[in-house]
């Protein structure tokens, strides 16, 4: 899986936690760990700074020199050193020339990373090094817990005031045992934007949606993809989707053709009067509007399940990011047989919008608890990921926006905020049955083609959703693999069941 997050149209009502939890998985190992291996991630969860100074990052290669008179040389006293996860990590630069050393900045590169760390830095300790001037600076590596035993490599170098850049010195760090990372779950979803029906990630919304993804990932357009770039999917997340009209208002499925469309087979073909509105249950984001359901989600590779049960009441209209939003609170309980160590309890705030037959995904705020850590997330689509229902079988529509993940601290460390680029497809294929543990229904297909920018890479993903006609429940999502299905849900207290 890529490091993607995205909100899809199974996501949309009910699965925010289930794109966090998306997200977790794309970033980190199925133990909820990151590989010191895994160059790009690992910058993104190492925090480095020069007293106060803290980097920044920029894409590139390491800046260093070419043997300029003048030019600054860095050295290490040593060139590996041990460390342990949950732990800051000192390292000292000694940099000099012939004439004396100005220094303006430190450049860091972990491996072959897309990124690298930048750090103004003035002043420094005084320092001779056989028998020239020399300034050293301590750079201070701070190590988040979750970060897996194993090694990485690091490079440094330095500019001078007056531009010149310096050589290159490599440091090994062997890393010691440390804590795992939270893997915050939530109900699977399939759209690729936080919105109605969470994107997968991902991870678009329509009604009370407790949305990662990636996920995550946020965002509109029917379709359940868990996750829409390959991204280690460490273990199935389900989305949630609140859904359900007791009586949905079924689409005209009157054909000018007398030949009538098979609707019990697995493919019918659907028919003139089979709109996608007739899986919109307005209800599914009005106040007060109660969802439960349990979710099902099976990684397609290893077998890896992980069952989510979420309870997810609209509560409030109010604002998200500048965007008048309704507010649904889901509390989700996410447990795995096969790897326990994912298991984790959250509260998700979905912010969501029906505007007729559009449903906006403004993004998600998680409370998650895992491993014995608690982080806070929050998600946003910009612009806001849209679900559609005013399609035709055979139509389509494309949008793009950007999901932002913005974290909390884990372990005493903060975690950096992320931006990932969707461009998502999402087309209404008809109507069908389907058959899940819940029961056989009549559904609404949806298919959807993403592409995710995320740290300067980008990645594809398909992903396909069916949800439940009238009711508008999330029943199934099959995106790389990876499959989710609806084992049971009720919207105020009435079962969805099917045909």
Known sequence: ??????????????????????????????????????????????????????????VGELPQGSNQPGEPTVALDDDEIEARAGSTLDVELVFTTATGVDLSSIFAKIGDASQYYQIPVSGGSKRAVNGKAGVSYTVSIAIPPFIEPGTFAIRFSGRNAQGLNSNAVQLLVKLAQGGAAPTPTAAPTATPTPSAAPTPTPVPTATP????????????????????????????????????????????????????????????????????????????????????????????????????????????STTFKGNNANETESTVQARSQSNPEVNSDSTTYSYTRLDGTTLKIFGVVTEAEAQGFTITTTISNEPPAEERFDLLPGQSYTQSYTTTQENGSVGGFQIPPTETQFTVKTTYVGQESVTVPAGTFNACKFTEDATATFDGQTSTSTATTWMAVGSGQFLKSVSEGDTNELISASINGEPVTGN
């Open 209 to 316: 949606t407790a949305a990662p993804t990636p996920t995550p990932t946020a965002t509109p357009g029917p379709t359940a993809v868990p996750t829409p770039t390959p991204a280690p999917t460490a273990t199935p997340t389900p989305l949630p989707t609140p859904t359900v009209a007791p009586t949905p208002t079924p689409a005209p499925t009157a054909t000018p053709s007398p030949t009538p469309v098979p609707t019990a087979t697995p493919t019918p073909t659907p028919g003139a009067g089979s709109k996608a509105t007739a899986c919109l249950n307005p209800t599914l984001d009005q106040i007060g509007t109660r969802v439960e359901q349990v979710i099902r989600s099976t990684d397609g590779q290893s077998g890896a399940d992980l069952t989510t049960t979420s309870d997810s009441v609209v509560m409030r």
């Open 1 to 58: 899986m890529g490091m993607q997050l995205r909100f899809s149209r199974s996501w949309g009502r009910i699965g925010a936690v289930m794109a966090l939890s998306l997200l977790a998985a794309a970033c980190s190992d199925d133990d909820g760990t990151i590989s010191p291996a895994d160059a790009n991630t690992m910058t993104q969860a190492l925090e480095l700074k020069v007293g106060d100074s803290v980097a920044t990052k920029a």
